[in-house]
């Protein structure tokens, strides 16, 4: 796990300034702070990394990482399955002299060409140089755990981890991408796209390569999701497999050199990756676990569910802790000091993000690092597995309709509305509207639109997920792919740059390749059945996980009381930020509007906080990287 940064001159030759490298690359030293490499390349390239020593922890694994004097690397990430890679190329003839997978990454490609991002299992953001042929070859992860974000400016191709550091050698490029930030307000729409706040800054896209020569750059997809549903594999078999392949997943995440340990809730997923590990924990048993004060969850989570629901999420984490031996630490979410530790989070997160889920994230891994150095997390399963529910539901039955199964789609519904209230059966079919205009319209009845003026009064819509779910013959699958390719990369986005700002790796099994293929070709009825999700994944897990675990039918992910944010007084609180003079003269937010919706929090009549929150974040990024720019 490390920060990459490197240069290339496509036309002109400029001067590389050593120094002014450094610069860039100590911007993001937190990502990397065992040992920092450059090098050049006479006027042609440049090369620089930040090591956080995870694998093979000798010097000699320090990057950029030479191979027979003509390819040169700088890597970030993992590749899970690098032993075996490492035997396989041993088996046809190559040598190493050192046991990273730094080293089975440059040796790959030297054996394969660029269809070796083919053969990894793993999360990467690489460059590799090939000195002879002068060409820069990128890659990026199936997914987009690892962020590759680049830059063309002035004939220089600039490549980094993180923007900061590009902003850092061309600080001319800190110009807000106000299509982009608008959108955020509006659909909280973030890092599943291309394009970032920034305007002529953007992100390679999960599952695509990379190369830059003399003659320009190329960017071409690598790996797709299968579309076609396997129909005719038993549900037993399937059980089997997705066991054996799921377990693996969590196995080959736990090779580190550096101890390792995981987040842990009262839900399936994290549960599953600690119970398949019980007996292979070889002293690696820290968990990490966000508690709230009085247990409480959001009224706005609570009123999906038909009856009132409350989880005492640290007496069921303790419960199973001492079933599997493990040593919990429960970490108390404050919800204190907002504007301080959302401004933190923002400059690491080079964005807004539309939920407050950050909080209790961010006081995880800064926890966790006190302790570890490796975290694993089961953040990826919903969106693999169907996991909320009221967000899928809607489409299953249609699916059901269509496939003239009837009685099966009354079963479906009616375990449904066991659970869940009707206004969020309304809504199921509510949220599949994902049209620019329904949007617009929306947002000029409810009278939000009024908010934003000047530059975020006027905006082009970009849908949450860019890709179109073309070729599927399965609905639900077509769902869960825009699910994949949107909303989830823009989890990944903020997991990693929360867990690096603390020097913090995080595993996620559930975003295995091998998995996500798999699942991705079975029925729905796998993955859904009898109002309950997650479906093939409980039934791998029986025997390995506590049944009163499987047997849960709630979900809930992180809350914080946004209400509360906004209700709060005093000199740097949320609601004095929006309406200082700094905010309003920016002219991005109206005054009224802003004034009206406080009011209408501190009377309880109507609730806006979440696009308060939204312009919150956006004002502090620009306090975090346009003003100084601008002064």
Known sequence: MCGIFGIYNIKEKHYFEQEKIKSSVERMQHRGPDFMGIRMFDNNAALAHLRLAIIDLVADSNQPFERDDRYFV?????????????????????????????????????????????????MWAFAIYDQVENKLFCSRDRFGVKPFNYATVNGQFIFSSEIKSILEYFPEE????????????????GAQIKETWFQNIFRLEPAHNLTVSSEGINIERYWDYPKKTNQNITFENAVTHYHD???????????????????????????SIVSVLKDHLNGNNKSYTATFPENKFLKSEKQNYKNDIEIDEAKIVKEVSKQLELDPTLVEINFTN????????????????????????????????????????????DELLAGYLNNVESIYLIELIRKFRFKKAIIELNEYCKV??????????????????????????????AFYIGHLSKYKHIKDSPRKAKGFDCSVNAHLFKSHTGGLVNLLHYGDAISMAYSLESRLPF???????YVFSLPSEFKICNGQSKYIHRKAMEGVVADEILSQKVKFGFSTPLTNMFLEKGHNSAASILLSKRCID??????????????????????????LYRMLNVELWFREFIDDAEN
């Open 338 to 381: 907002y504007v301080e530790e959302l401004s933190k989070i923002i400059f690491n997160m080079e964005s807004g993000h539309g939920s407050p889920a950050v909080f209790p994230l961010n006081s995880i891994f800064k926890k966790a690092t006190e302790d570890i150095t490796v975290v694993l997390e089961g953040q990826g399963a």
């Open 74 to 122: 700088s890597y970030n990430g993992e590749i899970y399955n690098y032993i075996e890679l490492r035997d396989d190329l041993i088996k046809i003839g190559y040598t190493f002299k050192t046991q990273s997978d730094t080293e089975v990454l440059v040796v790959a490609y030297q054996a394969w060409g660029e269809d070796c991002v083919n053969h990894f299992n793993g």
């Open 511 to 517: 975003m295995d390749y091998r998995l996500v293929e």
């Open 586 to 611: 920016r002219g991005l937010f109206s005054e009224k509007g802003i004034q009206k919706s406080l009011k209408d929090l501190e009377r309880g009549t109507k609730d806006r906080s979440r696009f």
């Open 245 to 271: 392949l799921f377990k693996n997943a969590v196995e080959i995440r736990m090779r580190s050199d550096v101890p390792v340990g995981f987040t842990l809730s009262s839900g399936v997923d994290s549960m």
């Open 174 to 189: 800190k110009i807000p991408n106000y299509n982009v930030i608008s959108n955020f307000c509006r659909n909280s729409v």
């Open 420 to 449: 869940y209230s009707l206004s969020s059966l309304v809504m199921l079919f509510v949220r599949q509207l994902n049209s620019g205009w329904i949007h617009k319209l929306y947002y000029k009845v409810s009278g939000v639109s």
